[in-house]
């Protein structure tokens, strides 16, 4: 097993701890090791506190890292704003000026950053270091049939000179990584949209995610699959505010990645949490009869 | 929303170097000088798509004129942004509007002005190392995945990352 040092964040570990549950318990099944994080803080958010004031929002961010260069290990993050401060952070810490300038305050909590430790989103980890035939391998009970629309949210693939994951215009790694679980993933016509969270107006999101979850509908998907909690949060609660506001009725579960992984590798859809969700993913549960189901 | 404005023999636009000049130590702050005002960024921009007030080359022509009041100010456009950098994807000049915006909003912080939401998770995350807060409910339902409690965050070392070293160059000189 390859370890990889997991930063979990807050949203997750937090208010879905059912995410952070199916991560732990699929990536030991590819032949990923996880190996948490001592006294780690927010990443911190790309946001809002990035919004405040940049250098202290990578200095916090260049710390965290530190933690990962402590024990030689890379980082994968489960959250996509997770993986956009990370990321950036490592990315604009090879600017000498700046890495100084972020090490001159580490240096008052007698840290300094290197920069030897690499971030990747939790999707990208899977594909890189484990790759799509080894998920195939580790489902026991395939979503046979059925169709999931997917939303990539936004720092999975961009800034894509940063991200460096797939093509930001025309991306397959969820499309693979949801086939590798024997469902089929079905592109809806608004896929590249964003998920409004960040925004702080109230039209923005409810139109958008209006136009969104409307074209998922038309392509009748069951399930719409992401791999970030700020998005999940959006089309889940978020979904009861835009059907409410337009008068539309969408029923679409959101549900993490992760969740639907464990899933099909035999985690009862008992133990996953599902019930926390305002939508939920039921039709999952016409694979539950499957024999292939493991006592967890 | 007032449309930045175009200089004309009656009205010639003073180009404020200062505001420019504080934009610039922000940490990219200085890309919207690249802009050559083509509008690439636009077409994909969803709070451009969603909103007829936001346009993210008319910010960066704001920034050029140097007419930060109109950008500096309470429920400022700045805030429609969706952060889904979209806008630096397709910049043939590589000046990452998104991080433009997202400078111009550390200016925004400079002046103590914040929308509501935005400085309450702020002050979450300064006073307790994350931006979602905890409480025992939350230890609860991390027990029913036999996941360990939260533990919190060593506060005395991000404090002093927040504020900047003896020996770092003052941004406000
Ligand atoms: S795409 Fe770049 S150069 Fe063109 S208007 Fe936008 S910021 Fe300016
Ligand atoms: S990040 Fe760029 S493209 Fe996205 S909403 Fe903001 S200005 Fe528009």
């Known amino acids: ?296 | 929303m007032t449309k930045a404005r175009k200089p004309n023999n009656d009205d010639v636009v003073k180009v404020d170097f200062d505001f420019r000049r504080q934009l610039a130590k922000k940490v990219e702050g200085n890309l919207a000088s690249f802009c050559y005002q083509c509008g690439a960024c636009v077409g994909d921009c969803p709070a451009a798509t969603y909103s007829d007030e936001f346009n993210p080359r008319e910010i960066m022509l704001k920034v050029l004129y140097g007419l930060g009041e109109e950008l500096l100010v309470e429920n400022s456009v700045l805030w429609q942004c969706t952060n889904c950098y979209n806008c630096a994807e397709r910049c043939p000049q590589d000046v990452k509007p998104v991080e433009v915006i997202i400078s111009l909003k550390n200016m925004l912080a400079d002046l103590n002005i914040y929308p509501p939401t935005v400085e309450k998770i702020i002050g979450t995350f300064e006073k307790t190392g994350r931006t979602t807060p905890l409480s025992p409910a939350v230890d609860r339902q991390r027990e029913r995945f036999g996941l360990p409690p939260m533990k919190p965050v060593p506060m005395d070392e991000i404090s002093k990352l927040l504020e900047p070293a003896s020996d770092e160059e003052d941004d406000a000189e």
């Not at chain 1, 899977?126 to 997917?150: C, F, H, N, Q, T």
């Open chain 1, 1 to 296: 097993m390859k370890p990889f040092a997991f930063f979990p964040g807050c949203l997750i570990p937090v208010r879905y701890p059912a995410m952070e549950f199916a991560i732990r318990q699929t990536l030991p099944k590819l032949g990923i090791e996880i190996v948490d994080l001592e006294g780690a803080s927010c990443c911190p958010d790309p946001i809002y506190f990035k919004s405040k004031d940049k250098v202290a929002w990578l200095s916090v961010a260049a710390r965290n890292l530190t933690l990962a260069e402590d024990l030689g290990l890379d980082v994968f993050t489960n959250c996509s704003g997770c993986t956009a401060t990370l990321s950036e952070a490592y990315h604009l810490l090879k600017n000498d000026e700046l890495r100084e300038k972020v090490n001159r305050r580490l240096k008052k909590i007698g840290r300094k950053y290197k920069g030897t430790s690499r971030v990747r989103h939790v999707a990208t980890l899977v594909r890189d270091e484990a790759g799509y035939d080894a998920v195939r391998e580790s489902v026991v009970r395939p979503l046979d049939g059925m169709k999931m629309a997917i939303h990539y949210g936004c720092h999975l693939l961009k800034p894509s000179k940063i991200m460096n994951v797939d093509d930001p215009n025309n991306p397959e790694v969820l499309e693979k990584m949801v086939e590798a679980i024997g469902a089929t993933p079905v592109r809806h016509r608004n896929w590249y949209l964003c998920c409004g969270k960040a925004c702080q107006h109230e039209a923005i999101p409810l139109n958008m995610m209006h136009a969104l979850l409307g074209t998922v509908k038309d392509v009748e998907a069951e399930i719409l699959c992401l791999i970030c909690p700020t998005c999940f949060s959006q089309f889940d609660h978020g979904q009861m505010k835009v059907a409410k506001h337009f008068n539309d009725d969408y029923h679409i579960p959101p549900v993490y990645y992760f969740q639907l992984l464990a899933y099909a590798q035999g985690i009862p859809y008992d133990k996953l949490g599902f019930d926390r969700q305002r939508f939920k993913p039921e039709s999952l549960q016409r694979f539950a009869t499957s024999s292939a189901q493991v006592e967890n």
